[in-house]
């Protein structure tokens, strides 16, 4: 209210009780009924038009409605009760509807800040205690409730409750300490009154994660991190208080998982966040039994210990999806020496090393099933040079070859097996495969 406002309405106070519309200000008028003061108009701005309308009730203001823009309509509104200033609304992007309301206690003070959208509810709603803010209420999505408290305690937020109403978010409660900083949250994520995530801030950092992830009223995996990446995950699957789960990250992607088993454990080792290489431990003696090296999301190469001595026996790698080249320790000397070649469930070749040198001696191909031919280095130079070839499992032509090189992809050296002492568990068999024993060297 301006000055000049001001100065006007106390001097229409010293009015007489007889007096009429004319006032010493002629930009001001005022109207009667029965000599009692009904309405007031006041030219602010001198263009000759009141901007200015004041409305009494038994002598004293009720409602004051002023144009502020000079565009002809209303923008701004008090109320009065007995004469007290108790309610203020204003137009401010003159469209003709209050757009922020002010309420006042009976001290005068602000009580509570109503801001309205452009469909005329409420979008913001603040209450003041001694003219101090104590709670917000918010309309964050725009369809007329409420769904967003902030609690304020001495001006700063103490808590703030987001509720999910339209179902599609969790009703979430932020807590905050005397400062003003977060320092922990609380969420139902699925909006049947429990809470089922909580998280703990360190100075307004994220420290540590809860969650109840199968909504049972059990908090069954726990977060830990760092510089609000995720450093520790732990999850109890089983609701016994121990997590078979624990999974560690570096800049915020996975790198190691390790994982219990029925009996054992498997350790899942990852790379820029995908998995790389799994290790497990099948049977729980402390030793790994298959070892899984992983690339583009498939197995590429696969150890194994499938006679749990400790050793790898086994190998297999899948050079394309229809083709598995399985290499095996047929006689447990921990060295590999068969290697079988199978084309979707079918056999298809089988090398062998007969002299335990480390180079394949005996070349088999498979045909339906079927041995169709062998061939053999039988003084161990490198070459072929005897070649058998089979119908319907028999031998039917055995011929001297003139020292005959292998192709090189035939001729190329057994897998590498890793340290017995980094992957003690790793496959071995002694005993080879059923198709590897069949391709023993014939007489």
Do not use: C
Not at 174 to 183: E, H, M, P, T, W
Not at 300 to 324: H, L, M
Not at 362 to 375: A, I
Not at 420 to 434: D, E, K, N, Q
Request: proline share 3%; net charge negative; glycine share 12%.
């Amino acid at each position: 209210m301006t000055r000049r406002l001001l100065f006007l309405l106390f001097a229409l106070a010293l009015l007489p009780g007889g007096a009429h519309a004319q006032v010493a200000d002629p930009a001001a008028k005022i109207y009667y009924r029965n000599g009692e003061a009904l309405r007031q108009e006041i030219d602010q701005s001198g263009d000759g038009k009141p901007d200015v309308w004041i409305f009494f009730q038994k002598g004293k203001v009720a409602r004051q409605e002023q144009d502020e823009n000079e565009d002809g309509r209303v923008d701004v509104w008090h109320f009065y009760q007995d004469g007290l200033l108790v309610r203020q609304e204003i137009d401010a992007d003159h469209d003709g509807r209050p757009d922020t309301v002010f309420d006042l206690d009976a001290s005068g003070k602000l009580a509570k800040k109503t801001t309205r959208g452009k469909s005329g509810k409420p979008e913001r709603v603040v209450t003041y205690a001694g003219g101090v803010p104590v709670k917000q209420q918010e309309d964050t999505t725009g369809d007329g409730i409420m769904d967003r408290i902030v609690v304020l305690e001495a001006g700063k937020i103490a808590r703030v409750e987001d509720v999910g109403v339209t179902g599609e978010k969790p009703n979430t409660f932020s807590y905050y300490d005397g400062a003003g900083i977060l320092s922990r949250v609380e969420a139902d994520q699925n909006r049947d009154g429990r809470v089922d995530l909580r998280r703990f801030y360190a100075a307004g950092t994220l420290d540590r994660e809860e969650a109840d992830t199968d909504f049972n009223g059990t908090f069954d995996t726990k977060s830990s991190y760092r510089n609000e990446q995720m450093v520790r995950r732990e999850v109890d699957k089983t609701g016994d208080g121990k997590a078979e789960v624990i999974v560690e990250f570096e800049g915020g992607k996975p790198v190691r998982e390790v994982s219990a088993t029925d009996k054992g454990r498997m350790t899942t080792r990852f790379e820029g966040g995908q998995v790389a290489r799994r290790e497990i431990d099948a049977d729980g003696d402390g030793r790994m039994d298959t070892i899984e090296e992983v690339s583009g999301g498939k197995t590429v190469r696969r150890f194994e210990d499938t006679s749990r001595d400790g050793r790898i026996d086994t190998v297999s790698e899948w050079p394309d999806t229809a083709t598995v080249v399985q290499e095996t320790d047929s006689d447990g000397d921990g060295k590999l020496d068969v290697r079988s070649t199978f084309r979707g469930d079918k056999l298809v070749r089988q090398d062998a090393d007969t002299n335990k040198d480390g180079k394949v001696d005996v070349w088999v191909v498979f045909e339906g099933g079927e041995k169709s031919l062998q061939e053999e280095d039988t003084n161990f130079d490198g070459r072929i040079d005897v070649r058998f070839t089979y119908a319907g499992g028999k031998v039917t032509k055995q011929e001297k070859v003139a020292s005959q090189r292998p192709i090189p992809e035939r001729a190329k050296p057994f897998a590498a097996l890793p340290a017995s002492g980094g992957i003690a568990g790793a496959p071995v068999s002694r005993s080879a495969p059923t198709a590897v024993r069949a391709s023993g060297r014939s007489s």
